[in-house]
């Protein structure tokens, strides 16, 4: 059965049974910092780098003594530097760290020579972009682009990043992306994540990582990688908090508001977050289309226009608290809730010409569309160490539920000016509910040898109930109106899916080698009932193994070889048949019988001077999905939109990562994607055998200014590219902004503009047997934005040993594991 007693018994165990902190055993680094012939600094930034490429593990201040300490995996070699504002930056020499720890020999700063010009400030932050082995880390909370922008925005601007033409996320050129957020996977995909993301102001957001190589630990969902979102979680002890509220002006403005609260003391931390948004958009459509000739209607081409104005008010919130039960344990529970309405009227102006060019119709279409989406979820999770030791034996446990919903109401008239039909007005009434339950245990436990093992079982449990009816009316006058239930389309659809996981991963280090390696099984039952009937019934177990190899050859010179076998299982959405009406003319729905993407994924990468890295990858898909756009089976000339799967997919990519210092003020990271995309497939009697080379080009530019003033200049370009049928032609964007940090380093104040020079409107082509479509788009995304935020209350940092112990650090590595 697909819901076995099994898969209740561990449900129920996954709650209340704890589970595995993923940590390699640590140890301390520590030492002191002072300056020659003065008292020693306090709140100098002491950082810890792999010494093999010298990527960022951790961060901390000093104390007010000069004191520091930072937890980190033994048996790795390490670098640390300190540096702040009026010396020059200290580098150590390299060294091992043994799991007794390391007390590094008293560092000394230099005075800088810079302190000489009176009119400079320079302001240490985080770089924008780090790169680590497995994945990109995107610093939102230090982007100045970032005030007054969407989550969705700031992805779109990220390196190796791309939006669809259905607002499908990719990474390297590849869809099919595991997004999650504080640790917990979004269940949506396309337009419906694009809404979600445009709802999360990039306010909230402390970091995106872009992770090419997630470990066993994570869900096998997700060929082309992980987008991870952490939101932000106040440092500070005692009560504190912030105040933010930014205006975007386009064609139609754009309001974010919102604030956070905290209370932090040794062993609790309460915390509140809320957000309000308030945003109008246009997105504006140019159809050319060619229908083939059929058995009933001649062929066709038509000319259409539409215009979208939408507006979204969205109201988000997140409480909880940690608590340490004790010196060992750790409780955490938090609530989220986001409310969404979204209200968009379109029209449509559509002409049908004959193949010798004469009009034969005309037909104008109003959309008027009131959507509403409240989400909530919660989470309980327990850690507990079995020993004091850095590197004891750890479980920990997870349980969570989330909430879906999604309310749309849709009246859609019709008029044919041309064919003298009467007018025709269909209005829908939609309603899905989406719950997802998961449980999960891990343990983790050190080895002779400098190894670690680690294991963990997790249960997921999806519930999708969606109901519909539309009804048909026509009629010119009110005495006249007749009204006719769609009965063909306004079928209920339930869909259930239930995956049963468990991984065993091993990560061990021998001289200049580290190997991490994994084994994850996930047996995946699938039930779909359209108007009460069993249409899917599927049953199946895969095994996904994923391995990781580094090796350091010299001070210079690193490499890693990565293997992995992943899924992409199709979203509720899209295999949900309920139809979303674009205008009259054209529709998107789901595909009930659409099949899992298997992939088989394989890189390996050069990094120079710990700085220059170069990647080269190749990956090979089984059945991918892609969007096709056919004629509707229902007749006429209506296009629908839908997930099909092909054949096989055959992606082979070079990137290219160098960031730079131009000068002592200016920063340059820079981002070469070069990659070759092949689809090879069927549909209908259209024969696809399609590849192209295509590049994404990224440079992010951070300049320290004159009397405290930052700025970020940002652009990149994408190619011509190829998705399955599609053609997409090349586009591109520029970014700038400037923020200056006043008030005793309280307030902060930014400027920006975004596609300064409005060239994204995108041009989408597809080509099959029959039809043919060409799409231009054009959005609401040039945009200049003021923003203004404020920090309140106890304005002292956690020491270091402190915050190292502490729920956010716990957190922060539980979510690392999902």
Same mark, same amino acid.
């Given at each position: 059965m697909p819901f076995s007693k099994f898969t209740q018994w561990l449900v129920v165990g996954g709650i209340l049974a704890p589970g595995a902190v993923l940590a390699q055993g640590q140890a301390a680094v520590s030492g002191t910092v002072g300056s020659a012939g003065q008292p020693a600094p306090a709140l100098v930034t002491v950082t810890l780098h792999r010494a093999a490429d010298s990527v960022v593990v951790k961060t901390e201040f000093t104390d007010a003594k000069g004191a520091f300490e930072l937890q980190a995996p033994v048996g790795g070699r390490y670098l640390v530097s300190a540096a702040q504002v009026g010396f020059r930056r200290y580098w150590s020499s390299a060294f091992a760290l043994p799991g007794t720890g390391v007390v590094l020999p008293a560092i000394s700063l230099e005075p800088s020579q810079a302190t000489a010009l009176k009119e400079v400030t320079v302001a240490g932050r985080r770089p924008l972009y780090e790169r680590l082995a497995d994945r990109t880390v995107v610093n939102v909370a230090d982007s100045p682009l970032a005030a007054g922008a969407s989550t969705f925005d700031i992805l779109g601007r990220s390196p190796n990043v791309a939006v669809g033409s259905n607002n499908e996320l990719a990474l390297r050129g590849r869809q099919g992306v595991l997004v999650v957020l504080d640790g917990k996977r979004v269940p @949506?995909?396309?337009n419906d994540l694009a809404d979600y993301l445009r709802a999360l102001p990039a306010e909230q957001v402390q970091r995106i990582e872009l992770i090419t190589n997630p470990p066993a630990s994570y869900d096998a969902q997700g060929g082309a990688g992980v987008i991870a979102i952490t939101l932000k979680k106040d440092q500070r002890l005692g009560t504190n908090g912030s105040l933010n509220a930014s205006y975007g002006r386009g064609r139609y403005g754009k309001f974010v508001g919102g604030g956070t609260l905290n209370y932090r003391r040794k062993n609790l931390n309460l915390y509140g977050t809320y957000a309000f948004n308030d945003r109008q958009y246009y997105t504006q459509f140019d159809f050319d289309r060619y229908f083939g000739a059929t058995a009933t209607l001649p062929a066709t081409r038509s000319n259409q226009s539409n215009y979208q104005y939408l507006k979204q008010l969205t109201h988000s919130a997140k409480v909880g608290f940690d608590l340490n039960l004790s010196k060992r344990t750790l409780l955490g529970v938090s609530v989220t809730g986001l409310a969404s309405r979204t209200t968009n009227e379109t029209t449509g102006d559509a002409f049908f010409y004959g193949d010798n060019g004469t009009l034969t119709n005309r037909i104008y279409s109003r959309a008027e569309q009131d959507v509403k989406r409240p989400n909530g979820s919660v989470n309980l999770n327990l850690r507990? $160490?079995? $020993?004091?030791s850095a590197t004891a034996r750890t479980i920990s446990a997870d349980a969570d539920y989330a909430r879906y919903g999604n309310s749309r109401q849709l009246k859609l008239v019709t008029l044919q000016d041309v064919q003298a039909q009467s007018p025709t007005e269909l209005t829908g009434d939609q309603s899905s509910k989406l719950g997802i339950g998961t449980a999960k245990v891990d343990y983790s436990q050190p080895l002779p040898h400098r190894t670690r093992l680690?294991?963990?079982?997790?249960?997921?449990?999806? $519930?999708?109930?969606?109901?519909? !009816?539309f009804v048909n009316r026509t009629g010119v006058n009110p005495t006249d109106y007749v009204y006719t239930p769609r009965t063909d389309i306004s079928q209920p659809f339930a869909y259930r899916e239930n995956v049963n996981a468990a991984y065993v991963s091993l990560r061990g280090k021998? $001289?200049?080698?580290?190997?991490? !390696?994994? @084994?994850?099984?996930?047996?995946?039952?699938?039930? !779909?009932? @359209?108007?009460?009937?069993?249409?899917?019934?599927?049953?199946?177990f895969q095994l996904f193994p994923s391995l990781l190899v580094q090796r350091t050859l010299n001070k210079n010179h690193a490499l890693a070889l990565s293997a992995a076998r992943r899924i992409d299982r199709p979203s509720y959405l899209q295999v949900s048949p309920l139809r979303v009406y674009l205008d009259a003319t054209s529709y998107s729905t789901g595909n009930y019988n659409l099949q899992p993407q298997t992939s088989y994924n394989f890189e390996v990468s050069h990094t120079y001077k710990g700085k220059f890295t170069t990647a080269l990858a190749y990956a090979r898909t089984n059945q991918p999905f892609v969007v096709a756009q056919l004629p509707s089976p229902d007749g006429g000339r209506v296009v629908v939109n839908q997930y099909v799967n092909l054949s096989t997919q055959n992606f082979y990519t070079l990137n290219l990562i160098a960031p730079l210092e131009i000068t002592k003020s200016w920063t340059l990271y820079a981002n070469v994607l070069a990659y070759y995309n092949q689809y090879q497939g069927t549909l209908n009697s259209t024969m696809l055998d399609r590849g192209r080379l295509a590049c994404n080009l990224t440079a992010n530019n951070s300049f320290v200014l004159p009397r405290g003033w930052v700025a970020e200049l940002n652009g990149f370009y994408e190619s011509r590219e190829v998705g399955g049928f599609q053609l997409l032609q090349h586009r591109g964007q520029v970014g700038a902004a400037v923020q200056k940090i006043f008030w005793n380093k309280q307030a902060t104040f930014r400027l920006n503009a975004t596609d300064v020079f409005y060239t994204t409107p995108l041009r989408v082509t597809s080509m099959y047997d029959n039809f043919s479509e060409t799409f231009y788009r054009r959005q609401d995304t040039r945009v200049f934005t003021a923003a203004f935020s404020y920090r309140f209350g106890n304005t002292k940092v956690a020491a270091a040993r402190k915050r190292a112990a502490g729920a956010e650090d716990e957190l922060r590595r539980a979510a690392d594991t999902q």
């Amino acid at each position: 059965m697909p819901f076995s007693k099994f898969t209740q018994w561990l449900v129920v165990g996954g709650i209340l049974a704890p589970g595995a902190v993923l940590a390699q055993g640590q140890a301390a680094v520590s030492g002191t910092v002072g300056s020659a012939g003065q008292p020693a600094p306090a709140l100098v930034t002491v950082t810890l780098h792999r010494a093999a490429d010298s990527v960022v593990v951790k961060t901390e201040f000093t104390d007010a003594k000069g004191a520091f300490e930072l937890q980190a995996p033994v048996g790795g070699r390490y670098l640390v530097s300190a540096a702040q504002v009026g010396f020059r930056r200290y580098w150590s020499s390299a060294f091992a760290l043994p799991g007794t720890g390391v007390v590094l020999p008293a560092i000394s700063l230099e005075p800088s020579q810079a302190t000489a010009l009176k009119e400079v400030t320079v302001a240490g932050r985080r770089p924008l972009y780090e790169r680590l082995a497995d994945r990109t880390v995107v610093n939102v909370a230090d982007s100045p682009l970032a005030a007054g922008a969407s989550t969705f925005d700031i992805l779109g601007r990220s390196p190796n990043v791309a939006v669809g033409s259905n607002n499908e996320l990719a990474l390297r050129g590849r869809q099919g992306v595991l997004v999650v957020l504080d640790g917990k996977r979004v269940p @949506l995909t396309g337009n419906d994540l694009a809404d979600y993301l445009r709802a999360l102001p990039a306010e909230q957001v402390q970091r995106i990582e872009l992770i090419t190589n997630p470990p066993a630990s994570y869900d096998a969902q997700g060929g082309a990688g992980v987008i991870a979102i952490t939101l932000k979680k106040d440092q500070r002890l005692g009560t504190n908090g912030s105040l933010n509220a930014s205006y975007g002006r386009g064609r139609y403005g754009k309001f974010v508001g919102g604030g956070t609260l905290n209370y932090r003391r040794k062993n609790l931390n309460l915390y509140g977050t809320y957000a309000f948004n308030d945003r109008q958009y246009y997105t504006q459509f140019d159809f050319d289309r060619y229908f083939g000739a059929t058995a009933t209607l001649p062929a066709t081409r038509s000319n259409q226009s539409n215009y979208q104005y939408l507006k979204q008010l969205t109201h988000s919130a997140k409480v909880g608290f940690d608590l340490n039960l004790s010196k060992r344990t750790l409780l955490g529970v938090s609530v989220t809730g986001l409310a969404s309405r979204t209200t968009n009227e379109t029209t449509g102006d559509a002409f049908f010409y004959g193949d010798n060019g004469t009009l034969t119709n005309r037909i104008y279409s109003r959309a008027e569309q009131d959507v509403k989406r409240p989400n909530g979820s919660v989470n309980l999770n327990l850690r507990h $160490a079995f $020993a004091d030791s850095a590197t004891a034996r750890t479980i920990s446990a997870d349980a969570d539920y989330a909430r879906y919903g999604n309310s749309r109401q849709l009246k859609l008239v019709t008029l044919q000016d041309v064919q003298a039909q009467s007018p025709t007005e269909l209005t829908g009434d939609q309603s899905s509910k989406l719950g997802i339950g998961t449980a999960k245990v891990d343990y983790s436990q050190p080895l002779p040898h400098r190894t670690r093992l680690e294991a963990g079982a997790k249960v997921t449990q999806v $519930a999708s109930d969606n109901t519909v !009816a539309f009804v048909n009316r026509t009629g010119v006058n009110p005495t006249d109106y007749v009204y006719t239930p769609r009965t063909d389309i306004s079928q209920p659809f339930a869909y259930r899916e239930n995956v049963n996981a468990a991984y065993v991963s091993l990560r061990g280090k021998l $001289a200049q080698t580290s190997v991490q !390696a994994g @084994l994850r099984g996930e047996q995946t039952n699938i039930r !779909a009932d @359209l108007g009460g009937a069993t249409v899917r019934e599927q049953h199946y177990f895969q095994l996904f193994p994923s391995l990781l190899v580094q090796r350091t050859l010299n001070k210079n010179h690193a490499l890693a070889l990565s293997a992995a076998r992943r899924i992409d299982r199709p979203s509720y959405l899209q295999v949900s048949p309920l139809r979303v009406y674009l205008d009259a003319t054209s529709y998107s729905t789901g595909n009930y019988n659409l099949q899992p993407q298997t992939s088989y994924n394989f890189e390996v990468s050069h990094t120079y001077k710990g700085k220059f890295t170069t990647a080269l990858a190749y990956a090979r898909t089984n059945q991918p999905f892609v969007v096709a756009q056919l004629p509707s089976p229902d007749g006429g000339r209506v296009v629908v939109n839908q997930y099909v799967n092909l054949s096989t997919q055959n992606f082979y990519t070079l990137n290219l990562i160098a960031p730079l210092e131009i000068t002592k003020s200016w920063t340059l990271y820079a981002n070469v994607l070069a990659y070759y995309n092949q689809y090879q497939g069927t549909l209908n009697s259209t024969m696809l055998d399609r590849g192209r080379l295509a590049c994404n080009l990224t440079a992010n530019n951070s300049f320290v200014l004159p009397r405290g003033w930052v700025a970020e200049l940002n652009g990149f370009y994408e190619s011509r590219e190829v998705g399955g049928f599609q053609l997409l032609q090349h586009r591109g964007q520029v970014g700038a902004a400037v923020q200056k940090i006043f008030w005793n380093k309280q307030a902060t104040f930014r400027l920006n503009a975004t596609d300064v020079f409005y060239t994204t409107p995108l041009r989408v082509t597809s080509m099959y047997d029959n039809f043919s479509e060409t799409f231009y788009r054009r959005q609401d995304t040039r945009v200049f934005t003021a923003a203004f935020s404020y920090r309140f209350g106890n304005t002292k940092v956690a020491a270091a040993r402190k915050r190292a112990a502490g729920a956010e650090d716990e957190l922060r590595r539980a979510a690392d594991t999902q």
